[in-house]
C-alpha cells in the first residue's frame, strides 16, 4: 500500500510539472522583445536604487559600472545600511572625485535596518518616473537600463525584471547546477510573462513605476518577489525580460549555496502566502486561476510531497523489506517521467541548449531540498530581514 501511494505521489508531481512546463513553453513562443512591438523610444528619468552592506569591495565597481550605461537620463542613490567597513566612504570618496552624467547621492543608516528599509529610504528620495533596484554586488549590462526601461512604452505593464546570469558558471559542480537551475527559471518567468505576469522577480534588476511602489514591511524576506505581487494586484502586469541582462557571481561551495538558496526560498513562500488571496481569483485572469497556484505549488506543497515520497521510500526500504527491484524501477520510471519535462520544452533564442535531464532532475531534488528547509524554517521563524554577504 505505501509503496503504491508513493507511486501516486511521484506520478502526480510528474504529470503537473510535465503539464506546467509544457503550457509556459507554448506561451513564450510568442515572446518578442519590447522594442520589437512596441512604439517610440522612451527615456524618463530612471532613479537607480542600490542598497549596500560590506561592499567596499565591490561599490566601486558598480558605481563604474551604472556610469557606463548608455541609457542617457539617470540618478542614482546609494543606501549604506549601517555597513561596518568604508563602504560609506569608498562612496563619498567617489562622488567627490569622479565625474559623472548623473546626480549621485548617498544615504547612510547609522545601524542596519535591512534591504527593504533602505529601499523604502531611497523611494521617498526618487525623482524618476522609473525606479530601478540594482544590488550592489552585481554588474549590468550596458543596455540594460535601456532595455528594461522600453517596456513601460506598454501602459499595463507595472513591472520588470532582468534576467540573472552568473560569470562563474563552470567554475564547480555547484556553479553548474545554477547554471540548470538558471536555465529553468528564466524558461519559468517568460513563460509566466507571455500568459498574463510573473510573480517572481529577480532581486538584481528590477524595474518598477515610482508610483506603484508601497513600502515594504521591515520583516519582508523577498523584497522582489514581494514587489511582482504587488504590481499585479494594483492591476497591472509584472514581466520578465531576458534581453535586459546583469551579472553576478553564484556561491562556489554548495554549503554557501545552500545558505543562499534556503533564504531566497523562505522569501518567496513567505510573499506567496501574504499574497494568498490572489489564488483563483478570478478578478485577476490567468494569473490568478493558473500561474499563481501552480507557483503555489510548486514552492509550498511540491516539497512536501517530494520530501514525503523519498521518506515512504526510505521507510519501505528499511522496514518492510520491499526488493530493491520495484524502487529501482519505480524511481527510473519518474526520472524518464519528470526528465521529460525539460526535453520537451526549449528557449526561443537560437543556439540554447536543452537541459540535460539527469541534470534537471538532480537541480530539481536539490531545489526541493532547499524549499522544504526553508519552509520548516519559516513555520519555526527562524529567519532574519536583514540580508547576510556571503563571501564564497
Known amino acids: 500500500m505505501i509503496l503504491e501511494i508513493t507511486f501516486v505521489l511521484i506520478m502526480a508531481l510528474s504529470v503537473f510539472y510535465i503539464g506546467y512546463f509544457l503550457l509556459v513553453w507554448v506561451r513564450l513562443r510568442k515572446w518578442k522583445a519590447a522594442s520589437q512591438i512596441l512604439g517610440e523610444r522612451v527615456d524618463p528619468l530612471v532613479s537607480i536604487v542600490v542598497p549596500a552592506f560590506n561592499e567596499e569591495k565591490m561599490i566601486i565597481h558598480k558605481l563604474e559600472n551604472l556610469s557606463e550605461q548608455l541609457y542617457p537620463n539617470l540618478e542614482v542613490i546609494v543606501v549604506n545600511d549601517g555597513s561596518t567597513d568604508n563602504t560609506e566612504s569608498v562612496v563619498q570618496r567617489f562622488i567627490t572625485e569622479t565625474s559623472t552624467s548623473f546626480r549621485l547621492r548617498l544615504i547612510s543608516f547609522g545601524e542596519r535596518q535591512g ?98 511602489f508601497e513600502p515594504l514591511k521591515s520583516n519582508t524576506l523577498a523584497d522582489d518577489t514581494e514587489i511582482a505581487l504587488r504590481i499585479r494586484e494594483r492591476g497591472y502586469r509584472a514581466i520578465f525580460d531576458p534581453v535586459a541582462e546583469v551579472y553576478a557571481f553564484t556561491p562556489r561551495s554548495f554549503r554557501f549555496r545552500m545558505k543562499q538558496k534556503i533564504r531566497r526560498a523562505q522569501g518567496i513562500i513567505q510573499a506567496l502566502i501574504r499574497h494568498r488571496e490572489l489564488l483563483f481569483n478570478k478578478a485577476y485572469g490567468k494569473y490568478g486561476l ?23 521510500i526510505v521507510f519501505c526500504l528499511i522496514l518492510y523489506s520491499v526488493p530493491l527491484l520495484p524502487i529501482l524501477i519505480l524511481m527510473g520510471l519518474a526520472t524518464v517521467i519528470l526528465g521529460l519535462a525539460p526535453v520537451i520544452t526549449k528557449f526561443l533564442s537560437k543556439g540554447q541548449s536543452r537541459v540535460n535531464p539527469l541534470r534537471f532532475l538532480a537541480t530539481f531534488m ?27
Open 290 to 312: 493558473v500561474v499563481v497556484p501552480c507557483e503555489f505549488f510548486m514552492h509550498v506543497i511540491s516539497p512536501m510531497l517530494v520530501l514525503l515520497s523519498v521518506a515512504l
Open 115 to 212: 534591504k527593504s528599509s533602505a529601499i523604502n529610504a531611497a523611494w521617498k528620495e526618487c525623482r524618476g518616473d522609473v525606479m530601478v533596484i540594482s544590488d550592489a554586488d552585481t554588474l549590468l549590462e550596458k543596455n540594460a537600463i535601456q532595455k528594461i526601461v522600453q517596456n513601460f512604452r506598454d501602459p499595463q505593464v507595472g513591472g520588470v525584471t532582468g534576467k540573472l546570469s552568473m560569470i562563474n558558471y563552470d567554475e564547480t559542480s555547484s556553479t553548474n547546477l545554477e547554471k540548470s537551475y538558471r536555465n529553468i527559471f528564466d524558461m519559468l518567468r517568460l513563460g509566466e510573462s507571455c500568459i498574463d505576469s510573473t510573480p517572481v522577480f529577480n532581486g538584481p534588476l528590477i524595474a518598477i513605476r515610482r508610483e506603484l
Open 366 to 392: 536539490e531545489h526541493e531540498l532547499f524549499l522544504g528547509i526553508g519552509l520548516f524554517s519559516l513555520i519555526l521563524k527562524r529567519n532574519d530581514a536583514k540580508w547576510e554577504k556571503i563571501d564564497d
